[in-house]
């Protein structure tokens, strides 16, 4: 359960469970906060003034990457790429996904194929007492930069600063898009780094467009 996800649009929008959550966020990171039309129980929302977030990750296990794909509703193919993931029948079998790439992204095309999809759950360098945030992505550049840095930070004592980053990018012809970036950083101040994670219920989270 989360309280709250935080989304890409050209800088972070937030949203969370709680009022106090929110205003605390829009005191950080600048924007207004307010409550917008949701079913989820992550009823405010922070356009924020930032594209950069600094982020602290507890480990390799903060940073979930899978491959999925969803037909009717089911997931009907859940693997890392090489191994079924899931339903706990297959677990542990090949699943028979080619390894570029390129073949990867063809097959999705083709509706054949899983597509990444990766789960950060971290807490903010700026805040670390509001609790854990989440972000996902389903891009596969995203995926790759995350997979490279989920190795990096996997001999990591204690959590990682990283920075949490949105670029524009505009294609030929003018076709805009932003997709997020994940870097590691160092040299932040220690004593973030001697402030415990807290286990407990996820107060929010991080999400985005492309
Ligand atoms: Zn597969």
């Not at 890409?8 to 959550?21: G, I, K, S």
């Not at 089911?74 to 570029?100: A, M, Q, T, Y």
């Not at 989440?134 to 204690?158: C, P, Y």
């Amino acid at each position: 359960m989360t309280d709250g996800k935080l989304t890409a649009l050209c800088n972070w929008r937030v949203t969370v469970r709680r009022e106090e959550v929110s205003a605390v966020v829009a005191q950080i990171f600048g924007g207004e906060q307010r409550e917008w039309q949701t079913t989820g129980a992550d009823r405010f929302e922070v356009m924020t003034g930032t594209s950069k977030v600094k982020i602290l990750l507890a480990g390799p296990c903060a940073v979930a990457i899978d491959m999925r794909r969803w037909s009717r509703g089911s997931l009907v193919h859940h693997c890392d790429g090489e191994w079924f993931l899931s339903p706990e029948s297959r677990k542990g079998d090949l699943c028979g996904c080619p390894h570029s790439i390129v073949e990867r992204k063809a097959r999705v095309k083709r509706g054949l194929g899983p597509q990444p999809n990766v789960d950060l759950s971290f807490r903010l360098v700026d805040a670390p007492d509001l609790g854990v945030f989440r972000m996902k992505s389903i891009s596969w550049k995203f995926a790759e930069n995350a997979s490279v840095l989920k190795d990096a930070i996997g001999s990591a004592l204690g959590e990682s600063v990283c920075g949490l980053e949105l670029e524009a990018v505009e294609l030929k012809g003018g076709t805009r898009y932003v997709k997020p970036v994940l870097r590691s950083l160092v040299g932040y101040p220690a004593d973030v780094e001697r402030n415990p994670a807290r286990p407990g219920a996820l107060p929010g989270g991080l999400g985005h467009r492309h």
